[in-house]
Protein backbone atom coordinates (compact mmCIF):
# COMPACT_ATOMS: atom_id res chain seq x y z
CA UNK A 1 0.00 0.00 0.00
CA UNK A 2 0.99 3.58 -0.57
CA UNK A 3 0.16 6.79 0.12
CA UNK A 4 2.13 10.06 -2.16
CA UNK A 5 1.01 13.47 -2.07
CA UNK A 6 3.86 15.44 -4.46
CA UNK A 7 7.50 14.13 -4.21
CA UNK A 8 6.72 12.41 -0.25
CA UNK A 9 5.33 9.15 -0.08
CA UNK A 10 4.38 6.51 2.82
CA UNK A 11 4.62 2.56 2.14
CA UNK A 12 3.67 -0.42 3.60
CA UNK A 13 4.09 -4.10 2.82
CA UNK A 14 3.00 -6.81 4.10
CA UNK A 15 3.88 -10.44 3.42
CA UNK A 16 2.98 -14.08 4.94
CA UNK A 17 4.47 -17.62 4.52
CA UNK A 18 3.45 -21.00 5.58
CA UNK A 19 5.73 -23.85 4.85
CA UNK A 20 3.47 -26.48 7.69
CA UNK A 21 3.78 -30.12 7.16
CA UNK A 22 7.15 -30.28 5.30
CA UNK A 23 8.04 -34.31 5.96
CA UNK A 24 11.09 -36.32 5.73
CA UNK A 25 11.67 -40.15 5.63
CA UNK A 26 14.64 -42.14 6.14
CA UNK A 27 13.75 -45.90 5.54
CA UNK A 28 17.29 -47.74 5.37
CA UNK A 29 20.24 -46.98 7.25
CA UNK A 30 23.71 -49.22 6.70
CA UNK A 31 25.07 -50.66 9.54
CA UNK A 32 28.90 -49.74 10.95
CA UNK A 33 29.93 -52.82 8.75
CA UNK A 34 27.79 -51.41 5.88
CA UNK A 35 26.78 -55.09 4.58
CA UNK A 36 23.78 -55.39 6.32
CA UNK A 37 20.93 -52.52 5.99
CA UNK A 38 19.10 -51.62 9.28
CA UNK A 39 15.46 -50.84 8.71
CA UNK A 40 14.77 -47.71 11.19
CA UNK A 41 11.68 -45.74 10.34
CA UNK A 42 12.87 -41.56 10.95
CA UNK A 43 10.28 -38.94 10.38
CA UNK A 44 10.46 -35.36 10.54
CA UNK A 45 8.06 -33.15 10.40
CA UNK A 46 9.21 -29.33 10.26
CA UNK A 47 6.88 -26.66 10.55
CA UNK A 48 8.25 -22.53 9.36
CA UNK A 49 5.74 -19.66 9.77
CA UNK A 50 7.02 -15.85 9.29
CA UNK A 51 4.79 -12.63 9.30
CA UNK A 52 6.97 -10.25 7.44
CA UNK A 53 5.85 -5.82 7.32
CA UNK A 54 7.73 -2.72 6.01
CA UNK A 55 7.04 0.36 6.29
CA UNK A 56 8.59 3.30 5.36
CA UNK A 57 8.70 6.81 3.90
CA UNK A 58 10.47 7.88 0.79
CA UNK A 59 11.22 11.36 -1.24
CA UNK A 60 11.81 11.39 -4.98
CA UNK A 61 15.16 12.66 -5.50
CA UNK A 62 15.31 12.06 -9.34
CA UNK A 63 12.00 12.42 -11.66
CA UNK A 64 12.34 12.77 -15.49
CA UNK A 65 11.05 11.14 -18.77
CA UNK A 66 14.04 8.33 -18.57
CA UNK A 67 12.12 7.45 -15.25
CA UNK A 68 11.53 8.03 -11.84
CA UNK A 69 14.79 7.73 -8.70
CA UNK A 70 13.12 7.52 -4.81
CA UNK A 71 15.22 7.21 -1.62
CA UNK A 72 13.52 6.27 1.39
CA UNK A 73 14.39 4.86 5.11
CA UNK A 74 12.15 2.83 7.21
CA UNK A 75 11.39 -0.37 9.45
CA UNK A 76 10.99 -3.58 8.78
CA UNK A 77 10.00 -6.75 11.22
CA UNK A 78 10.01 -10.22 11.15
CA UNK A 79 8.05 -12.72 13.22
CA UNK A 80 9.21 -16.03 12.47
CA UNK A 81 7.80 -19.49 14.65
CA UNK A 82 9.32 -22.83 13.90
CA UNK A 83 8.56 -26.05 15.09
CA UNK A 84 9.84 -29.38 14.76
CA UNK A 85 9.34 -33.09 15.65
CA UNK A 86 11.46 -36.18 15.19
CA UNK A 87 10.92 -39.82 15.49
CA UNK A 88 12.64 -42.81 15.35
CA UNK A 89 12.30 -46.40 15.73
CA UNK A 90 13.69 -49.48 14.71
CA UNK A 91 12.95 -53.33 14.13
CA UNK A 92 10.94 -54.94 17.32
CA UNK A 93 11.17 -51.44 19.35
CA UNK A 94 15.07 -51.36 19.07
CA UNK A 95 16.01 -47.40 19.21
CA UNK A 96 12.47 -45.67 19.53
CA UNK A 97 12.78 -42.14 20.30
CA UNK A 98 10.77 -39.09 19.59
CA UNK A 99 11.22 -35.45 20.75
CA UNK A 100 10.72 -32.01 19.63
CA UNK A 101 11.53 -28.45 19.59
CA UNK A 102 10.03 -24.89 18.79
CA UNK A 103 10.85 -21.45 18.42
CA UNK A 104 9.53 -18.00 18.29
CA UNK A 105 11.88 -15.09 17.03
CA UNK A 106 10.72 -11.53 16.59
CA UNK A 107 13.32 -8.96 14.35
CA UNK A 108 13.39 -5.39 13.69
CA UNK A 109 15.37 -3.67 11.39
CA UNK A 110 16.04 -0.59 10.36
CA UNK A 111 16.13 -0.02 6.58
CA UNK A 112 17.75 2.66 3.90
CA UNK A 113 17.30 2.10 0.27
CA UNK A 114 16.19 3.19 -3.80
CA UNK A 115 13.47 2.44 -5.53
CA UNK A 116 12.02 3.56 -9.04
CA UNK A 117 11.03 2.95 -12.43
CA UNK A 118 13.42 3.36 -15.53
CA UNK A 119 10.81 4.19 -18.68
CA UNK A 120 11.47 1.94 -21.75
CA UNK A 121 11.28 3.66 -25.22
CA UNK A 122 9.27 7.24 -26.14
CA UNK A 123 5.77 5.94 -25.19
CA UNK A 124 6.43 5.65 -21.49
CA UNK A 125 3.93 2.91 -21.40
CA UNK A 126 6.79 -0.10 -20.72
CA UNK A 127 8.64 0.06 -17.79
CA UNK A 128 11.66 -1.39 -15.70
CA UNK A 129 10.55 -1.29 -11.88
CA UNK A 130 13.30 -1.70 -8.91
CA UNK A 131 13.53 -1.73 -5.12
CA UNK A 132 17.15 -2.52 -3.33
CA UNK A 133 17.04 -1.64 0.82
CA UNK A 134 19.63 -3.13 2.99
CA UNK A 135 19.53 -3.04 6.92
CA UNK A 136 20.80 -4.16 10.39
CA UNK A 137 18.62 -4.57 13.95
CA UNK A 138 18.50 -6.26 17.21
CA UNK A 139 18.68 -9.52 15.93
CA UNK A 140 19.99 -10.05 12.54
CA UNK A 141 23.72 -8.93 11.54
CA UNK A 142 22.13 -7.10 7.99
CA UNK A 143 19.20 -7.67 6.21
CA UNK A 144 18.65 -6.87 2.41
CA UNK A 145 15.44 -7.28 -0.05
CA UNK A 146 16.04 -6.27 -3.70
CA UNK A 147 13.66 -6.56 -7.20
CA UNK A 148 13.56 -5.93 -10.35
CA UNK A 149 11.29 -6.51 -13.26
CA UNK A 150 8.93 -5.41 -15.94
CA UNK A 151 5.76 -3.33 -15.78
CA UNK A 152 2.83 -1.79 -18.18
CA UNK A 153 0.63 1.48 -17.66
CA UNK A 154 -2.85 1.98 -18.10
CA UNK A 155 -4.97 4.66 -17.50
CA UNK A 156 -5.93 3.33 -14.27
CA UNK A 157 -3.17 2.09 -12.89
CA UNK A 158 0.07 -0.29 -13.47
CA UNK A 159 0.69 -4.20 -13.80
CA UNK A 160 4.18 -5.69 -12.68
CA UNK A 161 5.93 -8.96 -13.38
CA UNK A 162 9.33 -9.02 -10.93
CA UNK A 163 11.70 -11.00 -9.41
CA UNK A 164 12.51 -10.26 -5.53
CA UNK A 165 15.09 -11.65 -2.87
CA UNK A 166 14.39 -11.22 0.76
CA UNK A 167 17.47 -12.22 3.07
CA UNK A 168 18.45 -12.73 6.73
CA UNK A 169 21.82 -13.57 7.81
CA UNK A 170 23.15 -13.33 11.14
CA UNK A 171 26.15 -15.35 13.04
CA UNK A 172 26.81 -17.42 16.21
CA UNK A 173 24.56 -19.93 17.55
CA UNK A 174 21.07 -18.12 16.55
CA UNK A 175 17.61 -19.49 15.74
CA UNK A 176 17.94 -17.55 12.52
CA UNK A 177 21.60 -17.95 10.41
CA UNK A 178 20.82 -17.44 6.81
CA UNK A 179 17.11 -17.23 5.80
CA UNK A 180 16.30 -16.73 1.91
CA UNK A 181 12.81 -16.36 0.44
CA UNK A 182 12.64 -15.30 -3.77
CA UNK A 183 10.72 -16.16 -6.69
CA UNK A 184 8.54 -14.14 -8.72
CA UNK A 185 6.02 -12.01 -7.92
CA UNK A 186 2.63 -10.33 -10.07
CA UNK A 187 1.26 -7.07 -8.72
CA UNK A 188 -1.27 -4.52 -9.56
CA UNK A 189 -1.46 -0.97 -8.93
CA UNK A 190 -4.21 1.51 -9.03
CA UNK A 191 -4.37 5.00 -8.79
CA UNK A 192 -7.34 7.28 -7.51
Avoid: C
Avoid at 35 to 42: F, N, R, T
Avoid at 110 to 137: E, K, N, T
Avoid at 147 to 167: A, E, K
Amino acid sequence: FEARKGDWALAMDLVYNDFSGQQGKIKTVHGPEGHEPLPIDVNVDVDIKALIWEGIGSYTAARSSAGTLDVFGGARYLGLKTSTDLSFSGPEGVLERSGGSSNKLNVWDGIVGVRGAVSLGDGGDWFVPYYLDIGAGNYSNWTWQGWIGVGYRFDWGDIVLVYRNLSYSTTGDEVLQDMRMAGPALGATFRW
